[in-house]
């Protein structure tokens, strides 16, 4: 592995951050990564990105020894379907990356100066179905590895921000649409023949309702990795340095700049018409993620679960490790609702896989309260918290009215959501929460309308269950706007 140096500057709010030395060499920033551990209140953060929001039987078991011995004991799932352990104990970095990259959980290629930025540009994300669903129209997982496997190959490419993203939609019925990629690419039917093609877009989410932004061209599926390729190329050739983020560089270029820029770059011939700037993909379905559903196979079954706000312990992910390796080619997947799923699971085993994962703590079922709420570290993790989150989301857990969807958030950056939950509880004190209430997921401007100010939990549950604040769908159109 690279060597390592830490950084230690007082004031700095990098402060005992732990980096390898291609990491702070080529890419300061703050945002966690296997190779660039950040601190936080209850030790360092460590991110480890998945393809596909794959984990083997074996690198659960990996993982589950590495934060038992360097952190502590906790692996958080975030909403990228990535893992994230937190409290890495001083002095363990280099043993962790160590064990970590060892089990394979790094970017892959050689361990040279490469390395420390192929780990920032795996942000990839596609259904936790993706192969699996006879409803998609195409399996986008080989698409996704060719795709990943591009923004690893490329040098250039370590001029990415960490947190720019792709999303790669098959037309699963289980996906996360509301949340904003830098590009997205969606499965469409081609309207003048049957075929297969890629409508895309820049800075937003593949459009459900009629009021959301339409896709700005598409592609043969065949043109789908070289159209990715050339857009990160293209954003890099347009960006100025203040532009990390294309809806930055959106606010000084056209599309129109984009996609010509595209075209001459690439020679892909990008399909825009009325059809495809019509096209509506079909909405998802997020309770797929929890219980046994049938797969395309239907001899085979994913069965899935929330672990108790997106957080498992080390015995978890051994037990959930012990389910992979005891269903003959079961697939372990992180969902970016911050819950687990295992795909591929014989037919004739999914009940007992459903009792193995409730035995574990994780809820399969939509109506336990405990797969309606999630939180952000709170103060207990997080120095910029304003209230113990997590503490205070099992408290509302327990009186939480059917139907609510609530994020609590210890301050505005929102980081266990990327998407606008029905309810949010933004924390202003320790136990006190502002309550938002929003029907556009999409919100870019907020949390949506504030109902009430300084709110403790119970207060909040008592509002939550008035008959005034009826349970949404995510595309009403708003009647509070
Ligand atoms: S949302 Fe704010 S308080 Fe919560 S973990 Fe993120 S930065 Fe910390």
Redesign the pocket.
Known sequence: MPGAVARRSPGDPLSHAYLSSDACRLRPSACPGLLRIVPALDGGICRVKLARGELSAAQALAIADAIDEHACGIADITNRANLQLRGVKRGHEEPLIAALLHAGLGPSGPQDATHAFADDVRNVMVSPTAGRDANALIDTSTLADDILARLQGDARFAALSPKFALLLDGGERLAMLDHPHDIWLSAMRDPKCDDVLFAFGLAGCPPVAEKHAGAVAAVAASDAAALTHALVHTFLDLAAPEHSRMRDLLAVHSVEDVLTHVESKSGIALLRDASIERWRRAPGDPSLRLGAHTQRDTRRSHVGGQPVLGRMNSETLRGLARLVAHNDGATLRMTPWQSVMLSDIDTTKVASTLQALEALGLACNAQNPLTRVIA???SA??????AD?KADAMKLAACLPADAQVHL????????AAHRAPYTLL?VAPGRYDLYHTRDPRDPTGFGRCLARGLTIDEAAGMLSRAALPPITPFDEPSDA
């Open positions: 952000c570290a709170g993790g997080c120095a910029k918290s304003l989150t958030s210890g301050c505005p950056r929102s980081c266990a924390a």
